[in-house]
DNA sequence: TCGTAAACGGAACAATCGTTCTGTTATTAT
DNA sequence: ATAATAACAGAACGATTGTTCCGTTTACGA
């Protein structure tokens, strides 16, 4: 069987680029569905929204529900990755967590977390999605209970905890912080509710 | 000017009665609503699943959205109602929010809390949403002041405990339990959650 | 320079969206 | 019985949905 390769002279050719980066445009899809959710986001919204063609979009993510699952895919890749550096950067777990979220409050556009408008849009309707949410879950309360154990290790938690058990209770609070940051902007009153939680862990 | 109720002989006549009873019909569209949420919830799925005419939905309930705001209108009735008596019927504020979440946890179809949901779907893209849902936390919040303040002029708050921020924290918790309760049925996990958020009380 | 193939712009697709309209049916005061 | 009128069933509306197709453009290996 002869080849293909051998039967035509000029079959590898090189298109034309792209013109836009792949990735950047990823982002700005990212952020249309974390402000919109999946459902309120139409395909025209992200043709006008990330300034590329339709066939572009298509011929490079696939169909919405693609384009979704790699925004998501991206968001968390991101916010895994941004906890780590920021549990690398403060030693101490009690200020670690507060920090965190004290952050997670200044919501100004009130676009909340993607992950947890996701879980709440789309479970139990997307079995596929529940999957992801749930692996999701895991990793955080993994790093986490990581975080928890360095600290202790380190003397930094008073008492001997239950460390899976205050993984999973700070991960219920960070989850709720990012659902009442939506409707509530004011900063002092959460940060009464942080400081509270926290008492727990020293 | 003559009136019309003067030129004709028989001007009032009732027409015949609704086939469906009203309050039936919205409880159908609440649970509809709130498995799917408001963007992926079509006018057909309501007539599907509410089992009456298009144009008696539009007829009894105006358009998509006003039903909506009805159906999530009859939910804060409906829970606050419940957790009115359910406090009444606890006189030991422990005892009582522990048993709230502890019921909150068991979620086996998965559709979480309603308010929750429309929370994170609709802020920030519908403002009367959020002037809802802020009046929801308020009431919420309040309720859970009122209770805890019951709780401890019946002396059973160990310390002189800042009601406020503990009524905006257990609304905090509250929510992070309904959310994360889509994702993990495991019950023991989330309890043991619960019990170490609670462990602030007493 | 030339041919290839992917990216592009934009029209076009069937299906569904929320909503309105048109008759018909059924009820009740007269 | 009769007239009036709202509820009913279902067709129909234009707009929008997600997706595909077509023809053109463009970059790059040969």
């Known amino acids: 069987m002869w080849r293909r390769k051998n039967t035509l002279p000029h079959f590898f050719a090189m298109p034309r680029v ?6 950047e445009v990823l982002t700005k899809a990212m952020n ?48 895994i990755d941004k906890i780590c550096q920021f549990f690398e950067s403060h030693p101490n777990v009690k200020e670690g967590f507060s920090e965190l979220f004290k952050e997670a409050i200044l919501d100004k556009d009130r676009k909340g977390c993607f992950a947890v408008n996701n879980t709440t849009e789309l479970i139990p309707n997307d079995e596929s999605c529940l999957k992801i949410l749930s692996g ?13 154990k360095k600290g202790q290790m380190a003397g930094q938690l008073k008492e001997c905890k239950d460390l899976q058990a205050l993984a999973s209770f700070l991960f219920i609070i960070y989850n709720g912080i990012l659902v009442v940051s939506k409707i509530q902007t004011n900063k002092k009153e959460l940060t009464n509710s942080i400081d509270l939680a926290l008492s727990l862990l020293a």
Request: hydrophobic fraction near 35%.
């Open 136 to 148: 999701n879950k895991l990793d955080f309360e993994n790093l986490f209970y990581e975080y928890l």
């Open 18 to 23: 792209k013109l836009f980066d792949e990735k």
């Open 32 to 79: 249309l569905f974390w402000k919109q959710g999946y459902s309120a986001t139409s395909i025209q919204d992200l043709v006008n929204y990330l300034g590329i063609n339709r066939a572009s979009l298509y011929d490079t993510f696939g169909d919405k529900e693609k384009l979704f699952k790699k925004s998501f895919e991206l968001y968390r890749k991101q916010s």
